[in-house]
């Protein structure tokens, strides 16, 4: 039944597309935003606008900024020699919160995931075989620990010990299907101080 009429309804069907907001959270929104003043209302949609306008993938590491490359891989001061791989900017961000890692980074943006049809080819593997043409010493692998996670970090690392280059994982002590987003920034400095060669 049609209780608030088309626009009000639109509204909440747009915001209840986007992951994580169910129906009661989309009209909570909804209303909220029509009773913003008009001129916030106008910032948050150019907001949107801009932010997928202007965003991009990181030349180099694949995360999302809004230069040709992202801040940490413009940063000489970071160790360009060590690379950590991790499933998406979310975890890039976690990692960097502990503020104690300081080599770059390679954003694979998906794990490999059979059922769901997403194959190796669909993840950023070939950019990072790439960069291990350059100069590279090691390759921390820092997937996840779902099954998904292990599986793209096994794929990961055949791919990358042909090349004689050191290739690490992520201790675990992660919890089993964790998001590392997550995990609080004592257990991932653990998990990154223990790592083991693979
Ligand atoms: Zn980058």
Not at 47 to 62: F, K
Not at 152 to 174: D, E, N
Request: net charge negative; with cysteine.
């Amino acid at each position: 039944m049609d209780y608030y009429g088309s626009q009000i309804n639109n509204l909440i069907a747009q915001l209840g597309s986007l992951p994580g907001i169910g129906q009661k959270s989309a009209q909570r929104l909804a209303f909220h935003i029509i009773n913003m003043p008009q001129e916030k209302v106008e910032q948050l949609a150019a907001s949107l606008t801009d932010a997928r306008q202007h965003v991009r993938y990181c030349r180099d590491c694949g995360t999302l900024t809004d230069q040709e490359l992202c801040p940490i891989c413009a940063d000489m001061k970071r160790d360009h020699h060590t690379i950590m791989v991790v499933e998406t900017s979310r975890d890039l961000a976690a990692y960097e919160r502990t503020g104690r890692y300081e080599g770059v980074y390679h954003v694979l943006q998906g794990v490999i995931n059979p059922q769901l049809g997403i194959g190796p080819a669909d993840i950023r593997l070939k950019e990072l075989m790439h960069r291990l043409q350059g100069d590279v010493d090691e390759v921390i692998i820092a997937t996840g620990s779902s099954l998904e996670g292990e599986t793209t970090a096994m794929y990961i690392s055949k791919l990358v010990k042909p090349t004689g280059i050191k290739v690490t994982r992520i201790a675990s002590g992660v919890p089993v299907g964790g998001d590392l987003e997550y995990i609080d920034e004592v257990t991932l400095l653990r998990a990154l101080d223990g790592r083991v060669e693979l």
